[in-house]
């Protein structure tokens, strides 16, 4: 059997406050739409994917004349688009309809009469399958699934891009949702709480993210544009020079929110507003690198499979002209962001297990030939990292809620002396961070902020205070 790749986004029920359906001029655009960004590796390299092809499944709320006494109705609509180069891009102009080449017909669907939007408002999951056996894409939405030969590509009218797909992977890479109103004397909002975030391979989680404050995922800074729409224009069409809306987005428990809400003291106009993953967390092939001195050893670890369901311990003492392989973790869970410290005659290994969402922690005490059962490590968050002291004290590092904490052992993690962590640093963008223990005994954590600046936190003070370089 071919490979089947899978993208696939969950989200609350949707809030909508402000206008109501009406006819010209009162509302005839787009109040609120959202979109699931997914990309196509085809002609690209690296994971994701730098220079690609890319899909769009993209809910919109219009309005509907339902007859019957001339009265209206939110109608949802669900369409997929493609766009030749991934974006940031603009739901209203940068992405185009795919069409059937034997009918012409573009691909979307719309909910029946008398429902009044529910399929917009209702709870949902929306998805994207490459399946290679079938040689098809299949888009998935609480309409329905919309079907696309790979043939169909081939042949688009010149309005939408033509290109032959491969056999090559697909991976969701963002989010994101429009609010667009005509009337500017109330004030309206749109919220979506969004969770599940996940590329599968074959049904096996390979990439993604739950979305939620332990599980947040890393993103670039959010993209956004402005438009007005020109109320004379029926149906909508927007230009830029809009003012922005107001965002009120933000990382909750289970969820993150996108929330947008305009007021009578913004213009007329619309805004959108896009999260796009971080360019080399895909959760793939993550490595790591020690020293074990006594043994003239220098250990590696990575996960080189796909999906990553292995860690493997590489050993050489020969300045990597030759090494040694030991397959330390293996199941079907997904593995990454893992690091490699030695102590003792011991080897450790701690990792995240993106299955479970747990951070766990696997050691050999015979230079790599067997290892121990993977045991969780009782902190919290992502990205951990292990600094180990030649006394023994165990430092793990981790990134919860937006923030580099600290947790300490002195039994190999057996327990955590720290009765709660301690803050290293705060408004962390999600990464895989460092961390080291210099010969003067200081404790050293880099990162990069926001706006992509090397910080440095170090304590002199086993990690109890915590200053900027």
């Not at 003239?296 to 040694?324: E, I, K, M």
């Not at 600290?406 to 803050?423: A, E, K, M």
Request: aromatic fraction near 12%.
């Amino acid at each position: 059997m071919a490979n089947v790749w899978l993208a696939e986004l969950s989200y609350d029920g949707v809030s909508v406050v402000g206008e109501t359906p009406a006819g010209f001029p009162a509302n005839t655009a787009t109040l609120a739409s959202r979109v699931f960004l997914v990309a196509d590796d085809t002609g690209a390299t690296g994971f994701p994917f730098a220079v690609d092809h890319a899909f769009c499944i993209e809910a919109q709320l219009n309005t509907n004349f339902t007859g019957g006494g001339g009265s209206y109705e939110w109608e949802a609509q669900f369409r997929v688009k493609q766009k030749p180069i991934p974006p940031p891009g603009e739901p209203f102009d940068d992405w185009v309809d795919i069409f059937n080449p034997i009918g012409g017909a573009p691909t979307f669907l719309v909910d029946a009469g008398g429902n009044n939007g529910a399929a917009f408002f209702n709870a949902g999951l929306v998805s994207v399958t490459k399946d290679l056996n079938t040689s098809s894409y299949y888009f998935a939405t609480p309409l329905g699934t919309m079907t696309v030969p790979f043939g169909w590509l081939n042949s688009q009218p010149f309005t939408s891009p033509s290109w032959v797909p491969d056999n090559g992977p697909i991976q969701g890479i963002g989010f994101g949702h429009a609010l667009a109103y005509s009337v500017d004397t109330i004030t309206n909002s749109e919220t979506t709480k969004w969770f599940n975030f996940f590329t599968k391979l074959n049904g096996v989680t390979v990439a993604g993210n739950a979305l939620s404050a332990a599980d947040p995922g890393s993103w670039d800074p959010p993209f956004e544009g402005d438009w007005i729409r020109p109320t004379t224009i029926i149906g909508g069409g927007y230009l830029g020079g809009g003012g922005f809306i107001p965002a009120n987005s933000g990382q909750e428990t289970t969820r993150y929110r996108s929330e947008l809400v305009t007021t009578p003291l913004v213009d007329n106009g619309a805004t959108w507003e896009q999260r796009l993953i971080m360019t080399g967390m895909a959760g793939f092939f993550d490595l790591d690198m020690t020293e074990q001195v006594e043994h003239n050893f220098t250990w590696g670890v990575w996960n080189p499979a796909v999906p990553a369901t292995s860690l493997v311990v590489r050993r050489t003492d020969s300045d990597g002209s030759s090494w040694t392989d030991f397959t330390a973790v293996s199941g079907t869970n997904v593995l990454d962001l893992v690091t490699i410290q030695v102590f003792s005659g011991m080897v450790i290994l701690l990792y995240h297990d993106e299955t479970a969402l747990t951070i766990q922690q696997s050691l050999s005490r015979d230079q790599g030939l067997t290892w121990s059962t993977p045991v969780p490590v009782s902190i919290s968050g992502s990205s951990p990292r292990l600094v180990a002291s030649p006394e023994g004290t165990f430092f793990y590092f981790s990134l919860f809620a937006g923030d580099i904490v600290l947790q300490r052992s002195f039994d190999f993690g057996g327990t955590l002396f720290d009765g709660s962590p301690i803050v290293v640093a705060t408004s962390v963008p999600m990464q895989a961070f460092g961390a080291v223990l210099t010969a003067d005994k200081a404790l050293l954590v880099a990162y990069a902020d926001g706006m992509g600046a090397w910080i440095t936190r170090i304590s002199r003070d086993l990690g109890l205070t915590w200053a900027t370089t």
